[in-house]
């Protein structure tokens, strides 16, 4: 039928979502996105558009998918700073250890191509970075964190979890990064 998608349009996203978090944006070519989502070059380009509307798609569907799983692990009530910084970390940990996506994280990745996206890719990724922040700090100041202290752990735990990505795709085992994630709770 003409005009009708013959393919998942929502699994090829996802598809590209994981070419993304594999290769990062700068070595994400078009043959490995038309490899990884199984389209050819016209069908992805027809309906996602370039390579850049693409990507931006894929770090929303990332968001879409990881940020209500920290939403909801701060969510709370937490005890104090150091369990809201552990249910934080424990959210990344589980998506490390998921056997059935890339190791790391789509956003880390992001964040260290920088320089190589373009001025509406930048502003996306550090907006979801910014967002990420803001709710650890919320939920920092809701288990009774100071204002300065809250800014500043927030801050720290977001490193954490970048840390952790980054050692995951460096090949550090599990056990590894759950003692960089507690050692990190137990210091807040």
């Not at 594999?22 to 050819?40: D, H, N, P, Q, V």
């Not at 850049?52 to 998918?65: G, I, M, N």
């Not at 709370?76 to 250890?97: C, D, E, K, M, Y």
């Not at 190791?103 to 260290?112: A, Y």
Request: a negative charge.
């Amino acid at each position: 039928m003409a005009g009708r998608k013959q393919f998942d349009v929502d699994e090829a996203l996802r598809r590209a979502m994981h070419v993304f978090w594999r290769w990062g944006y700068s070595e994400a070519s078009i043959e490995r996105l038309t490899e990884g989502t199984g389209l050819g070059r016209g069908s992805l380009y027809g309906t996602f558009g370039d390579k850049s509307a693409l990507f931006r798609k894929s770090l929303l569907r990332y968001a879409e998918t990881y940020h209500p799983l920290y939403e909801q692990a701060l969510s709370g009530p937490h005890p104090g700073p150091s369990a809201a910084v552990a249910a934080f970390l424990q959210v990344t940990l589980n998506r490390i250890a998921d056997p059935t996506v890339p190791d790391g994280c789509l956003l880390t990745v992001s964040v260290t191509q920088l320089r190589a996206l373009d001025p509406e890719d930048q502003a996306t990724v550090r907006a979801m970075v910014d967002g990420l922040r803001s709710m650890l700090e919320q939920a920092l100041l809701a288990a009774g964190a100071g204002e300065q202290e809250a800014a500043e752990l927030a801050l720290c735990t977001l490193a954490t979890n970048k840390s952790l990505a980054v050692l995951s795709r460096g090949g550090f085992s599990g056990e590894d990064l759950a003692t960089v994630a507690a050692a990190a709770a137990r210091t807040a």
